[in-house]
């Protein structure tokens, strides 16, 4: 096959292949074509678990080299080809004569070329194999490193893109979480109480919503420091998200506010609504060790309020949770 008709065709293979698959089984075709090997074929090495896999091959002669065939990594020609630095052996019988893997599958003509990762690790090889001795030029071997250069500048553009993709989705769930306490942030809180709301119109349930403000907040800065305010924070998220449900939810509204919402069975459930507030309301007392102090918190003002049926906007359901503590806390005002 002539160098032009090669390299034609590998551009036609670039410009149309999408992943790694639909790259490496046209290659396979054009090596089998331009070396008349039996066999090629495009493995995957687990270094870890010592085992080197048959990832996609194409067999067009009496010699089977199947795809999903795994053989211990210690006993491959790859790894002979490769500490030898030696990528074509055409009589194997001679050259390794002590390998089982070529004996088994009765190689006698072997080609092979590692394929790396984006840090340059070795992913897998591209290979080709016959039965019978064959001659490969130097023109198809450079064809053979040229193919798993190209096989490895998409194995490192796929591994980009799902680097991309993960970072995105940390990106997105950090966007979502207060940096602080680590529970889900106001953006988050609004979503899903939408998410809550529709599913209590569907099941024709609704949804409590209550409202925390941490009393003295601002004394318990100004007197031990913003750094103990910070772990007061972050200790009464941890507390108050370990007695919730696992199906409740807990985010941070603002500096010194909590929302926390639980499914309801119907929206006239007075009984659970004040149970709610009063979980709420223990869950917030306590004692907590900020650094050197420790402090004895007589708890928060917690609102709750039940969404009704025909409720459906999640700012305005917070808003009334917000006035319902608010009345708490004048309440409570009264009695100190």
């Not at 080197?52 to 053989?71: K, P, W």
């Not at 080809?81 to 009589?91: G, K, N, P």
């Not at 680097?163 to 207060?178: I, K, V």
């Not at 985010?251 to 009984?271: C, H, I, K, Q, T």
Request: net charge negative; aromatic share 8%; charged share 25%.
């Amino acid at each position: 096959m002539k160098t032009e008709e090669i390299l034609y065709r590998l551009d036609d293979i670039m410009s149309d292949s999408a992943d790694l698959e639909s790259l490496i089984r046209p290659l396979l075709q054009l090596i089998e074509e331009f070396t008349g090997l039996e066999s090629v074929y495009f493995t995957s090495i687990d270094f870890h678990q010592n085992i080197q896999s048959v990832v996609f091959a194409r067999n067009m002669g009496d010699m089977q080299i199947t795809e999903g065939l795994s053989v211990p990594w210690e006993d491959t020609l790859c790894k002979r080809s490769f500490e030898e630095t030696r990528t074509y052996v055409s009589q194997v019988s001679e050259h390794w004569g002590d390998s089982e893997a070529a004996q088994a599958l009765g190689i006698e003509t072997y080609i092979s070329e590692p394929v790396r990762r984006l840090d340059h690790e070795i992913f897998g090889t591209l290979c080709g194999a016959s039965a019978s001795r064959r001659e490969v030029d130097d023109q198809s071997i450079l064809f053979l490193r040229l193919f798993a250069q190209i096989i490895s500048q998409q194995l490192a553009r796929e591994e980009l893109i799902t680097q991309l993709r993960q970072l995105n989705a940390e990106y997105s769930r950090l966007a979502m979480l207060d940096s602080l306490t680590g529970v889900p942030n106001r953006r988050a809180l609004i979503d899903e109480l939408k998410r809550m709301l529709a599913r209590a119109q569907r099941e024709g349930s609704a949804v409590h919503v209550g409202f925390i403000d941490l009393d003295n907040f601002k004394q318990i800065n100004d007197v031990y420091g913003h750094d103990a305010g910070d772990l007061f924070l972050i200790q009464m998220a941890e507390q108050l998200k370990t007695g919730l449900r696992g199906s409740d939810v807990l985010a941070r509204y603002g500096g010194d506010e909590f929302v926390a919402l639980s499914m309801a069975n119907s929206a006239g459930d007075s009984a659970a609504q004040a149970g709610f507030a009063e979980r709420l309301s223990q869950l917030t007392q306590g004692m907590f060790e900020l650094g050197a102090v420790t402090l004895e918190y007589a708890g928060a003002s917690v609102g709750v309020v039940t969404s009704a049926h025909d409720e459906f906007h999640p700012e305005a359901l917070i808003a009334r949770a917000d006035a319902a503590m608010y009345a708490v806390k004048q309440q409570r005002r009264l009695v100190e």
